[in-house]
């Protein structure tokens, strides 16, 4: 996976939550990149090339030059500083949207992808994890729903990578909360909605039209996703 020093951006990518942020923000900026699929379900997140880009197997990563960011928010940080977009240069401003987008990428996102693997994935039904999960996804949402009603982004009045960040995971949340979806959280919901009438979010979902990705949830992909579950079954 060597790239020309001054080439463009190189976007490895999948069509879940994570790399989504980073694909909107990509699009807001209007930047040129090469999209490199990875198929997760298939486990190219676990080969030698990947992992010489990202030692923690997962996808986003960007490769700028001689620069390679893994972790979608660093990515976004990454990004915004250099474009000087999307993220203030300092004071307040500054503090409050990376206030948020920690609050996304320590919060929201590590707790909706547990809610849904124990909901849908994990091998057993353990009442105790999907109440636990669950719970905390919702606590979560209250939390934004709060700060939306009261201020237009989250950051404040001016649309930001911590917007960014929430849109990746709120587009799904009906996978988690069924056929409500965000009904119970109404600011979140337009601003969902909000974003995802954008220009930069519509060929953001539009990205993974043309590649080719396994689909199907059988045996390989669950081995793929979750290689530790293999172990125990193993021993």
């Given at each position: 996976?060597?790239?020309?020093?001054n080439?463009?951006?190189?976007?490895?990518?999948h069509?879940?939550?994570?790399p989504?942020?980073?694909?909107?923000?990509?699009?807001?900026?209007?930047a040129?990149?090469?999209?490199?699929?990875?198929d997760?379900?298939?486990g190219?997140?676990?080969?030698?090339?990947?992992l010489?880009?990202?030692?923690?197997?997962?996808?986003?990563?960007?490769v700028?030059?001689?620069?390679?960011?893994?972790?979608?928010?660093?990515?976004l940080?990454?990004?915004a500083?250099?474009e000087?977009?999307?993220?203030?240069?300092?004071?307040?401003a500054?503090?409050?949207?990376?206030s948020?987008?920690?609050?996304i990428?320590?919060g929201?996102?590590?707790f909706?992808?547990?809610?849904?693997?124990?909901?849908h994935?994990?091998?057993?039904?353990?009442?105790y994890a999907k109440?636990?999960?669950?719970?905390?996804?919702?606590?979560?949402?209250?939390v934004?729903?709060?700060?939306l009603?009261?201020s237009?982004?989250?950051?404040?009045?001016?649309?930001?990578?911590a917007?960014?960040?929430?849109?990746?995971w709120?587009?799904?949340?009906?996978?988690?909360?069924?056929?409500a979806?965000?009904?119970?959280?109404?600011?979140?919901?337009?601003?969902?909605?909000?974003?995802?009438?954008?220009?930069?979010a519509?060929?953001?979902?539009?990205?993974?039209?043309?590649?080719?990705?396994?689909t199907?949830f059988?045996?390989?992909?669950?081995?793929a996703l979750?290689?530790?579950?293999?172990?125990?079954?193993?021993?």
């Amino acid at each position: 996976m060597n790239h020309p020093a001054n080439d463009r951006l190189h976007f490895y990518f999948h069509p879940s939550p994570n790399p989504m942020k980073v694909a909107l923000l990509l699009g807001e900026l209007g930047a040129a990149f090469e999209t490199h699929a990875v198929d997760i379900f298939k486990g190219a997140q676990h080969t030698p090339e990947f992992l010489a880009l990202n030692p923690n197997g997962k996808v986003p990563v960007l490769v700028d030059g001689g620069t390679t960011v893994f972790d979608s928010h660093a990515i976004l940080i990454y990004l915004a500083e250099k474009e000087q977009r999307f993220l203030a240069k300092q004071g307040a401003a500054r503090a409050t949207t990376l206030s948020w987008l920690q609050f996304i990428a320590t919060g929201l996102s590590p707790f909706s992808g547990q809610a849904v693997h124990f909901l849908h994935y994990a091998p057993e039904s353990i009442a105790y994890a999907k109440n636990r999960y669950v719970k905390e996804v919702e606590r979560h949402y209250r939390v934004l729903e709060d700060r939306l009603a009261a201020s237009k982004y989250l950051a404040g009045g001016e649309y930001s990578i911590a917007d960014m960040a929430l849109w990746g995971w709120a587009r799904g949340a009906a996978y988690i909360f069924g056929d409500a979806g965000l009904t119970a959280y109404p600011h979140v919901q337009a601003l969902v909605n909000s974003i995802s009438e954008r220009p930069a979010a519509v060929r953001a979902t539009k990205l993974a039209d043309g590649l080719t990705l396994k689909t199907e949830f059988d045996d390989e992909t669950k081995r793929a996703l979750f290689p530790q579950n293999r172990a125990v079954e193993l021993q």
